[in-house]
């Protein structure tokens, strides 16, 4: 009965004789896929499991502005300049929306960010990683993107209703951002010797951090079993990594770059790619704060907090002065 069993690491969800009539029928709910809404009841885990998602998902939105932001003054021409530009405000949307659908489950977007600058909230382990040249503007698009997009598609059909909706506008966005960075690369692979070699770098760099964004492996991962049963994640962490790996090889090879795997061939048989997967080792050290600049990004945030505090007050100063008048209108 119910969802099915996932053979993951972590905790396994409740068996039906485990749980309360109101588990059992929300449990229904979720096996009848229907969206479940903020006043609906729900099992005080699946609450606690979402605001840890969708408030980490919304601190990467706001931290992956920062690898891309730092090169905005540099792009080569007032054209890619504008687009990167569209494209770093376009993640701060998203960051909105996704702490207002975390808000609607009774936190509020400032203990959030306290979590954040506390380091007790995660964002994405990619965003700890530099980027040097203009190439890794193409490479964040093509890869960071496009394995951002492969999870969020499937996120639109979570089970919580605000999550899914705020996915379905955010992953039109994405589709943009995607191609804009394949844009850049396919203009440097095509260039001269010297953009060609900036782009096989930057693949080459941003490769195995790309296949880290899905999670440690199945056997590792902590809440997927949960939150499957739950439908807030659609598949699994493996699951979505073959995917983008079967998905993007073909777009290398378009490109004419080397994805740096000397294993990496087509398995007729599972009709799929075998790959070699990342150091877990190195993905480890990066979410728990020791990556190349984790550092780095947690200062540019808390300074960015800090220095736009009186813009923060002025706006709800502004706020009391509107509900004020309104009153003396309503009142007079
Ligand atoms: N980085 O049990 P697991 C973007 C943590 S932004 C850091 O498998 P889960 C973009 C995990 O939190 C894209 N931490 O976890 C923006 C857990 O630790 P805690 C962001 C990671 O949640 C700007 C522990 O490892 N997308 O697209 O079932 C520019 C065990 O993992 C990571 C989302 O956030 C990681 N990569 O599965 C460009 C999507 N992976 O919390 C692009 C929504 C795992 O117990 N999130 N951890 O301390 C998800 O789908 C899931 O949360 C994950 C992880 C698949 C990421």
């Known amino acids: 009965m119910y969802a099915q069993v996932i053979e993951t690491g972590g905790k396994q969800p409740k068996r ?17 896929n229907e969206k479940i809404e903020p006043k609906d009841w729900m099992p005080e885990g699946y609450r606690r499991t979402l605001i840890r998602q969708i408030g980490q998902h919304a601190h990467s939105e706001v931290v ?11 792009a080569p021409t007032l054209e890619r300049k504008a687009i990167l530009l569209a494209k ?35 964002y994405s382990s990619i965003f700890n990683y530099p980027t040097l040249t203009w190439a890794d503007v193409g490479a964040v698009g093509w ?5 951002a997009i492969m999870n969020q598609v499937a996120l639109q059909r979570t089970s919580y209703g605000p999550y899914s909706r705020a996915m379905v506008r ?12 394949y844009d850049i690369m396919l203009k440097m692979a095509r260039g001269t010797p010297e953009q060609k070699a900036m ?70 048989e599972r009709q799929a790619y075998d790959f070699t997967p990342p150091d877990w ?17 947690m200062d540019a ?10 813009f923060r007050e002025g706006l709800a100063e502004y706020g009391r002065k509107m509900e004020a008048q309104r009153a003396k209108v309503v009142n007079a």
Request: overall charge negative.
């Open 16 to 32: 039906p004789d485990e749980m309360s009539a109101e588990e059992k029928a929300f449990m229904q709910r979720i096996e009848n």
């Open 64 to 74: 992956g502005q920062l690898p891309e932001g730092n090169w905005i003054t540099r």
């Open 88 to 122: 770093v405000q376009d993640e701060a949307g998203h960051g909105l929306y996704l702490y207002c659908a975390a808000e609607t489950l009774g936190v509020s977007r400032d203990e959030l960010i306290e979590r954040l600058h506390a380091g007790k909230m995660k």
């Open 143 to 147: 890869l960071v993107d496009g394995a």
């Open 170 to 181: 955010i992953c039109k966005e994405e589709s943009f951002h995607q191609r804009q960075g």
């Open 199 to 268: 782009a096989q770098d930057a693949l080459n760099r941003f490769w195995y951090p790309a296949l880290m964004m899905f999670g440690p492996p199945d056997s590792d991962s902590v809440h997927t079993a949960q939150s499957m049963a739950w439908k807030i994640k659609i598949n699994t962490n493996d699951e979505l990594r073959q995917r983008f790996v079967d998905q993007t090889v073909p777009q290398a090879e378009y490109l004419g770059l080397t994805i740096p795997d000397e294993n990496l061939r087509w398995n007729e």
């Open 281 to 297: 080792e190195e993905f480890y050290q990066v979410i728990n704060g020791y990556g190349p600049c984790n550092r780095e990004r």
């Open 301 to 310: 945030r808390i300074k960015a907090w800090e220095e736009g505090a009186w």
